[in-house]
């Protein structure tokens, strides 16, 4: 499978401990996004990676949030301390340079916060 | 915050008819693209229209921008039940090519 990954899928934690996930870019993406995307919204922004350099955060992104692309491949988003509020599917997707053909997602890892 | 907003909210047809849906965004955009997501496959992107473009097919797709009127809409021809899912247009509007996404139009495909 050439696409996207998340791992993991589904993730439940109790309120207050810290959760990261992954996600591995289609390997020519230089581009890679992460959103969020709560029940009956669209995505939102969160941050975006330019190869390793991480080029904007948006103020969606908490200091509880961070992350991470560390050579430019894979990356990871932790967060830490997590509220209720944090239950929300996180998405991640890859992009070549330009807005060409649009950005691929991964299926995305559905955080419950108990 | 989110700029496109997409019209109806909802809609339920009949399988092999036609199916339109709308989205108005508000500032000046790059382009603008429509998604698909259902619980299968998650978000799938469909097609990506310029801004100095007025019309686009591919497939059972075609759609429109009216950037006078900050509008698109997507129309699906001869809809299969496949077609049930979420779609949602998405703008790109700055220099760092990050998406803002409307809220979406649940689409239901009845047999």
């Known amino acids: 499978d050439t696409g996207v990954s998340q791992n993991p899928r589904h993730k439940i934690t109790k309120r207050g401990q810290n959760v990261t996930f992954r996600c591995d870019p289609i390997s020519e993406h230089n581009r890679l996004y992460w959103y969020r995307q709560t029940l009956g919204q669209g995505p939102e922004f969160l941050t975006y990676?330019?190869?390793?350099?991480?080029?904007?955060k948006s103020r969606l992104l908490s200091d509880r949030f961070s992350a991470e692309r560390p050579k430019g491949s894979f990356s990871t988003l932790e967060i830490q301390r997590t509220e209720q509020g944090d239950s929300a599917m996180y998405l991640c997707a890859s992009s070549v340079l330009v807005g060409l053909g649009g950005a691929f997602f991964g299926q995305g890892t559905r955080l419950t916060v108990v | 915050s989110q700029q496109g907003e997409e019209d109806p909210q909802a809609l339920s047809i009949q399988e092999g008819e036609n199916a339109t849906m709308n989205c108005s965004y508000k500032?000046?955009?790059?382009?603008l693209q429509w998604y698909r997501q259902n619980s299968g496959r998650g978000l799938v992107h469909l097609i990506l229209i310029r801004s100095n473009e007025r019309e686009k097919h591919s497939g059972r797709l075609r759609v429109t921008l009216d950037t006078s009127k900050k509008s698109s809409s997507l129309l699906i021809t001869a809809s299969r039940a496949a077609d049930t899912a979420s779609y949602f247009c998405?703008?790109?509007?700055?220099?760092?090519?990050?998406?803002?996404w409307g809220a979406g139009t649940k689409l239901i495909i009845k047999p």
């Open positions: 998405a703008t790109d509007a700055g220099s760092n090519y990050q998406l803002i």
């Open positions: 500032t000046s955009i790059n382009n």
């Open positions: 990676f330019q190869n390793e350099a991480q080029l904007e």
